[in-house]
């Protein structure tokens, strides 16, 4: 039996930004990536930024729906997309760490009906991969509580973590959440998207006169769990778990080994002297 990997966000709302980039590779031949902005108005007014990739063709030589609608799309065209969540890892050379976080893929496009409201929500299943727990901000106020989820990628080699937030006000979510989703059990979650920009204002102090005064945009990109349920079938199983994991940890060591790897050439690049002979030859 195949392992539950339901995954699929609905989004409609209008067009409110796209970044469109044509290229072409031999694996994929001709092909349109790049992202766009959504704004919705439900459950609350909020943007919404998804990524996308389109062959121009598919294995069988036929030409791809969604790479001609991707070619056709207007701003502020109301639309209703199909997109999926992914994990997103980079190493940053600045904090010399790995980052984890989340995008939507975009999957297909459609124009709603006019009677359609907005609308932001998700579909997820997976197992538990750390259970829930509390999220503070910087003065230690509760903000919301958090969930890991993983759910196997479609060659079954490794997991995708994700992190779900629950409403703290929620009480029977948090309640039943705390109770029963214990590690390792497999889960159907339902929900709502919650995009944000929160402004932050921070002030640095001075050795004399008025402190320096910074504000930061921090974006907010949230899933929120309205409800949930147990799936009858594909269950993951402690060994499904176990391999999972090793292959999401083998991913995070290679992903920082590759980076490390680039930061160092570059570094031996940069250092590196032209011999005498280089310079000479290269002024003839």
Known sequence: MSLTRIN?????????????????SPKAGNYIRGDMVVRVTLPKQMSIPLQFFASALDANGKPRKLYGQLEQLRINSRVSLTATIGDNKFWDPSRGQLVKTKRLNLLFINTPKM????????????????????????EGNLEAYTIKVGQSDYKGTRAEVITFNIDPRNNAAVSYITREYTKERTVE??????????????????????PIVR???????????????FPDEGTYETTDVANLLAGDAADDARIQLEAKNKEQTGKEVSEKKPSAN???????
């Open 215 to 229: 504000t930061y945009q921090r974006n907010i990109s949230n899933l929120v769990i309205t409800s949930g349920k």
């Open 278 to 284: 280089a310079v000479n030859s290269s002024l003839l």
């Open 115 to 138: 009677e359609d409201p907005d609308t932001a929500t998700f579909t997820y299943s997976g197992f538990i991969a750390e259970t829930i727990k509390e999220k503070v901000d910087k």
């Open 189 to 210: 979650l339902f929900g709502d998207l919650d995009y944000d920009v929160k402004t932050e204002t921070v002030e640095e102090p001075v050795d004399f006169g008025k």
């Open 8 to 24: 699929k966000v609905t989004i409609i709302g209008t067009l409110e930004s796209i970044n469109l980039i044509r290229d072409n």
